[in-house]
DNA sequence: TTGAAAGCGCTAACAC
DNA sequence: GTGTTAGCGCTTTCAA
């Protein structure tokens, strides 16, 4: 492969010169540029980005880590949608991204470190799971760069892109109830998994009832690990406590999935039959049978404005302010894929 | 951030023995290696990764090069189990996976080149697309690592991960055919999607029903883009032309999807229900009710296997002999979730 | 507007 | 077993 220097020796002039045509400086003479341009292209010269790299101390690249095994982010549609938002908006500034899935939860972390300390990456971007605000300490005692897909801790001010889904809950609990429904069934997000915001959903939920004046209930309320079986199961549990459940909000999507199987399994149809709110509006679920009304999860727009965090972070050399996003609630009519905005 | 050279200092020896501690060398004496370790965790001491790839002139990183835009490559269950095949493998190898989507299908390939010449990754996964072979031509010239997922050209014979279809097609017609139906429906890959292997779905199916002397029939084939919407749309066309169709061989799950929900909303229960035969038996797939018979595609051990396949053409230096999977064939029981295998 | 020389952090020869 | 030296390909002072 052709260097620097290869190509500064055919057009006749030094290596700096060739180095200001390659960085688009303007302090070099329209005809030198052009010799310059031509013995590049003559060669079919590519600037070693390693070797830029090295002198910049820069690699233009950013990490993409996820605790939770490639069975987990491969499959989650969730996490390829925020994966999604994060590549467009990197790729369009320049940067590559580097995902990385350790094979061991616990070794995620470590593997966080290591990216960014090797320099192989100019910065990460850290799904939260335990331990993670142990791993932010350290990146900002060394002054690493990062951005935290939700806030890992109460302390946590900067770098991080939350997203708040009171006011998804609220909206949907409130539509069942201007349906007429009563007793509504909540299939929340587990704890189990590591989120700041672990209440956000029952809280939208408690507050429409509470406007409602109907008493919470726990017993209407599960946990998940947003798989399709734990829908399935939790849907089951719900309406063995509660026969007269009349709906239920699913924290996820595949839960979602799962809460309809069971439904179909228990031959509850027509009169009988519960409503159901899916939790993300992923595009499958937009084309499902029979037609759900949604939360909505801003994932896309979530991994996007933390590919820009990141690369402010970088560029301006300080941590940014974290960001808040906001779920929303559409109402599925039941002609096929049509959505309305509820209240709008 | 420490250097190798800061380490050498605090442990009283030369940068090169540090070096030989990191790269594991057994060249040095227990003791010596000791006071390295010693001073590197005292320092947080972690390699350059940046410097060691512009030394050895090996960056350790793979290219995953899509060609048909991130709402596609994150979305297309298929694609991102390629992915997770390849980051698996190449994870335990000690690779980093680099994924770029072009914004522009047109730019991919020169994305691809540009990648690989820039020394920013050792080699690329590349997706097949139109054009892919005159890149391949330039790859082979200027002796770049690559390997496509699928086979590209008439005359490509190495570096390539291909899927043969046929023994897929082949199962699940028969299987149709020993369930007495006659007329089965065929809904196709698209050929405006670039593959070598076009007809081997289409090849199965003619096969298996000329065994069982059935005229095959063009009016019982359509084509789709892999989509939900193509699935739907081609289903009740097939009815409009073949209104005694009682069953449907799918290219896709997606189209699958779109498949079920088009007989749904036609009405066609019961007796004049139609058996779907499912494209790729992904995990939903698995779960769907009403339980779906599908031809599987292993897409995972496809996108392993181009991992591999591309860390030893680096290693070994030389282009390897391409590999050909196949697909298979389940049928899936009344239960939740069993499967068994055809004819075993 | 252009060039010479030093150095980013590491490893590979080649000594010792 | 260990150290010295040169150099990977680029950019960045600084000088001309």
Do not use: W
Request: glycine residues 6%; contains cysteine.
């Amino acid at each position: 492969m052709p260097t620097l220097y290869d190509v500064a020796k055919l057009a006749k002039v030094s290596p700096k010169t060739v180095s200001r045509v390659i960085n688009q400086s303007h302090l070099v003479a329209e005809e030198t540029r052009k010799k310059v341009l031509a013995a590049m292209k003559k060669l079919d010269y590519h600037p070693n980005a390693i070797a830029t790299s090295l002198k910049r101390q820069r690699s233009n690249m950013i990490g993409f880590v996820v605790p939770y095994g490639s069975e987990f982010v491969f499959q989650d549609p969730n996490m390829m949608e925020q994966l999604r938002g994060t590549h467009d908006y990197l790729s369009a500034e320049g940067f590559e991204l580097v995902v990385t899935v350790p094979q061991h939860k616990k070794d995620a972390l470590q593997e966080a470190l290591r990216l960014t300390k090797n320099r192989h990456v100019d910065g990460v971007i850290l799904y939260p799971s335990l331990g993670v605000d142990e791993i932010i300490s350290e990146f900002r005692e060394k002054n690493l760069r990062y951005v935290t897909l939700g806030i890992c801790s109460e302390q946590q001010t900067d770098n991080f892109v939350e997203v708040d889904q009171t006011p998804g809950s609220f909206l949907a609990t409130k539509y069942l109830l201007s349906l007429g429904h009563r007793q509504i069934g909540l299939i929340n997000k587990s704890r189990s998994f590591f989120m700041y915001n672990r209440d956000d959903l029952l809280n939208g939920y408690r507050m429409a009832l509470e406007e409602a004046g109907i008493a919470f209930r726990s017993s209407l309320v599960r946990e998940g690990n947003f798989t399709f079986a734990d829908g399935y199961a939790n849907l089951r549990s719900l309406l063995e406590e509660n026969p007269e459940l009349t709906a239920v909000i699913c924290a996820s999507d595949p839960m979602t999935y799962g809460a309809l199987r069971a439904i179909h399994d228990l031959g509850l149809v027509g009169d009988r039959s519960i409503e159901v709110v899916a939790g993300d509006n992923l595009p499958l679920t937009q084309k499902l049978f029979p037609q759900v009304s949604s939360m909505t999860n801003p994932s896309y727009e979530q991994g996007r404005t933390a590919g820009k965090m990141i690369v402010t972070i970088i560029n301006e050399g300080r941590d940014q302010p974290g960001v808040n996003l906001k779920t929303e609630f559409v109402i599925r009519q039941k002609e096929l894929g049509k959505a309305t905005n509820f209240f709008s």
